[in-house]
DNA sequence: ACCTGAACACCGTTCAAGT
DNA sequence: ACCTGAACACCGTTCAAGT
């Protein structure tokens, strides 16, 4: 009996995935779909076949549909952080590093904007659930409330409780996130970016002493 | 042959929808069952059944699943800026008009948080389909230029594109209002009241001339 | 331990047929 | 015009069984 070669197969075979590694191959085949056919594009059958496995080998390694998907916006925090910390870093702080951090932001946003709805979907603090997900969030805060407080130190941002101004300018940036991903920052044909730039002026005099 | 009576199923007759009554019961029923079981909770054959309707009765007022969406979304919008233009003239205008506009945009958002996120989760602009919800989002946008222009000629607001001002202040309050309903905002016990009014304080400072 | 395949209870949507 | 009921092609999830 002749068996036609299934057309998204990936070569890997099943018994490579051992020892976690399923779970990890999981993760990123759900991101990568996610990215190209948005949440709704993301069927449990449809990444199983994808890594040729069975569709209800993910059980193994998740609860539920739910739980990879906390997995995936875990993994996209994690890059997140690493991308804001990264932006601040190289603008060498300040005045400066805080504007690449906050057009970092946004960047991040468009260009995984699918992932990034994940992220802000309403799966972090669902009810203390997946505790390694709110840990991710909670780091990618804490990058935020250190370069405010290092802000502070240098006498440019008020001095009010790190965590209430972190509080206002991730509300703030994020909400410029949103907004450009849907699509409803082009009124006048400012492309995103722009709009960022000027939230971002004005968020810094906000936050000013 | 008895038919045993339907749980959920309304007094309402299909035969009293005609003439578009089903479309405005179909639209009030979804906008009802997402308020209660989230947009997830949301499947057209519950709503039909709840109405004592089949369940592809909808499919004559609405092209799919979406379209009613939008229709939920749009109807949303329209509450939504009532709601805006109502707090900002009892409060008589002015920077207090401010502060209760922005209030009661933070407390719609949490009281229909689930409504909320359909209004932005992504089906406005959605290619410039859906003209009507497109029409009520603008309407909703309208009544924030108009609360600026009018701080503006008080002195209160800087003189920018009042556009430019509008697109930023709606982001920032729409990402208060994002991380309050995903309960992202009570680090230290602060009601999510609290922290929305701080955010607004900082807010008029950013927009200050 | 980890994976499979059949089965179950759900979906949204289509379509010929009824009034 | 408006509505129905059967049918289709999908889902997530469970579970006994296999290695």
Redesign the pocket.
């Known amino acids: 009996m002749v068996r036609s070669r299934l057309p998204k197969a990936r070569r890997k075979r099943?018994d490579r995935?051992?020892?976690?590694d399923?779970r990890r191959a999981l993760v990123e085949e759900a991101a990568r779909t996610i990215g190209v056919d948005g949440v709704a594009g993301?069927?449990?059958?449809?990444v199983?076949h994808a890594l040729?496995?069975?569709?209800?080998?993910l059980?193994?390694?998740f609860e539920?549909?739910?739980a990879l998907l906390a997995a995936v916006a875990g993994e996209g925090f994690r890059t997140f952080r690493l991308a804001l910390v990264d932006a601040w870093e190289r603008a060498g702080g300040g005045a400066r590093g805080f504007e690449a951090m906050g057009l970092a932001y946004v960047r991040f946003a468009l260009t995984h904007s699918s992932h990034y709805r994940v992220m802000f979907g309403g799966l972090v603090d669902a009810g203390g659930k997946y505790p390694e997900l709110s840990t991710e969030a909670a780091g990618a805060f804490e990058a935020l409330v250190g370069a405010l407080v290092s802000l502070q130190a240098e006498g440019i941002v008020r001095r009010d409780d790190p965590r209430a101004l972190a509080q206002f300018v991730w509300a703030a940036v994020h909400g410029v996130a949103m907004l450009a991903i849907d699509g409803q920052l082009q009124h006048q044909e400012r492309p995103a970016e722009d709009v960022a730039r000027y939230a971002i002026e004005r968020i810094r005099a906000a936050i000013a002493p």
Chains 1, 2 share one sequence.
Not at 42 to 46: D, V
Not at 52 to 57: F, I
């Open positions: 099943a995935y051992h020892h976690g399923l993301l069927t449990l059958r449809g199983g040729g496995v069975s569709r209800t080998a059980y193994r390694h539920d549909k739910s």
